[in-house]
């Protein structure tokens, strides 16, 4: 019933920028936290940020001043702004969100993720 998609991965230059979108569509009655993970081959899928329902931002130690995430409830998106982005950037990035139903009942969803390949 809810489907998130990204889009805006591909290959950026180090000290390039990126910007990654994800879009929830479906039966959406409100959606609380909106997060972005990585994951690499081999290693575990870690949080990069986070954005609760009231904008609170959350990032990993690895991007902070770097990554910006924001949100437009209103369009039900939300963005991963990656500024200098580097090598060990390179990650298959996914969207994750919690979404309540008109039913007040909470609901985990993911993206399919985007390639995001950091390279020279």
């Known amino acids: 019933q809810v489907r998130l998609v990204e889009s805006g991965g591909g290959l950026v230059q180090p000290g390039g920028s990126l910007r990654l979108s994800c879009a929830a569509s479906?039966?959406?009655?409100?959606?609380?936290?909106m997060d972005w993970y990585r994951q690499v081959p081999g290693k575990e899928r870690e949080l990069v940020a986070l954005i609760t329902s009231g904008g609170t931002t959350n990032y990993a130690d690895s991007v902070k001043g770097r990554f910006t995430v924001s949100r437009d409830n209103a369009k039900n998106m939300v963005y991963l702004q990656m500024n200098s982005p580097k090598p060990e950037d390179t990650a298959v990035y996914y969207c994750h969100a919690i979404i309540v139903s008109s039913t007040a009942k909470r609901y985990q969803y993911w993206g399919q993720g985007t390639q995001v390949t950091v390279s020279s």
């Open positions: 479906g039966r959406i009655f409100n959606i609380n936290d």
